[in-house]
């Protein structure tokens, strides 16, 4: 990307889409293209009906995901994955539902959730988007039922868009056509963009640090730790997702820069202290997430030290830290967020970390090698600010983690500048 080319807002976004059973539903594949050329990820779930309109095997072929259907599915490849209903809900940053006919739209209003789309429906989170493209015959989109339930809809926070005029599938013309999939592609896009604006990040200035530390013993040893940066550049994507002019200060890590966001490669904690400092007066928010080496050797030794005994000495002294030392200095309107792995699930450590630095929030994770902390995707935090109860999150990948922690930052901005009405949680 250049520096003047604007990313779409749709890049690094995930899209849940579901799919009825109606004869709109041969554009889908053309949608899941559109959607993932502007940088989209995407999952397909939909009814049984649907898949006589369009193959699972064309649309798990253009999304590059498997197709889900049934909640409880029988095929002895997807048993161990009971709970897809429920990480779909939570994985999406928006579900949009092209075409939902009249029997999806009746269900949905209902409450009823006997397929995967209709339970995916009630499962996703919060404050995520819910796009809905009514694609039925005329007469039965005009109907008082299906309007009924199409205000209900509306009214509890789902986005309708309203049908096209023109030819039908029943040889007549009038309301039910669905939008072509650039128009659908289009509109999710200005959804997208638009909750972009509302939210509290946007415009401000987000100071990241990711990844481990290496603190050199010679020129060619260095005492480090598994710190992949994968939950930092997590946060560093998201907050930039959000509109937030993003800094991401780097330890030595193997991964790509986040989209729109200003990477400063270090190696030691000396050298990110530094890069921190440059940035700290002028940020809104500071995020520690790396792994910074609490002690370094201290004098480092020139070329190779070469074996001589059993046993080696080696001096270690303190390292800066950085978090601590923004918390100390922040001005009045500045947040400053840390991270405290610990080896149980026990809190007060954190929670004495938290008040010790003078944080304004916390997030506290374990590591068991496998599903959290170190070099993982995924990751279970714990959001402490010292003034409500601490709230444990669910088993998350490292990006939705980043969007919780961030919801957070956003409740205590609004805390702190109430009277601006502008501004909400992003969704």
Known sequence: MTETEVPSPLRGKKILLGICGGIAAYKTPMLVRLLKK??????????????????????STLSGEPVSKEVLPETEANDSDWTRHISLGEWADAYV?????????????????DDMLSTCFITLRPNRPKILFPAMDGEMFSSASVRRNLAWLSENGCRII???????ASGQCGTGRMPEPEIIAQIIAETFAETRQKSRLTGKSVVVTAGPTREKIDGVRFISNYSSGKMGFAVAQA????????????????????????????ETAEEMNREAGKRAGECDVFIGAAAVADYRPETPARGKIRKTGATMELTLVRNPDIIGEFARRKKTGQLAVGFSLEPTEELHHAEEKLRR??????????????????DVDTNVLTLIDGRSEPRRLPLLDKREAAERLLDAVEELMNEQQPEDHGAGLAV
Do not use: H, W, Y
Request: glycine fraction near 10%; charged fraction near 20%.
């Open 38 to 59: 502007q940088g989209a990820e995407i999952r397909i779930v939909m009814t049984g009906a649907a898949a006589r309109f369009v193959t699972e095997l064309t649309l």
């Open 97 to 113: 539902i092209a075409p939902a006919t009249a029997n999806t739209v009746a269900r949905l209003a209902a409450g009823i959730c």
């Open 162 to 168: 309203e049908p096209e005029s023109g030819d039908l």
């Open 239 to 266: 907050a930039a997702s959000r509109g937030a002019s993003v800094t991401l200060i780097s330890g030595p890590v193997t991964l790509q820069t986040p989209p729109g966001v200003d990477r400063q490669d270090v």
């Open 357 to 374: 630095k003078g944080l304004d929030l916390i997030a506290c994770n374990t590591f068991d090698g496998e599903t959290r902390g170190f």
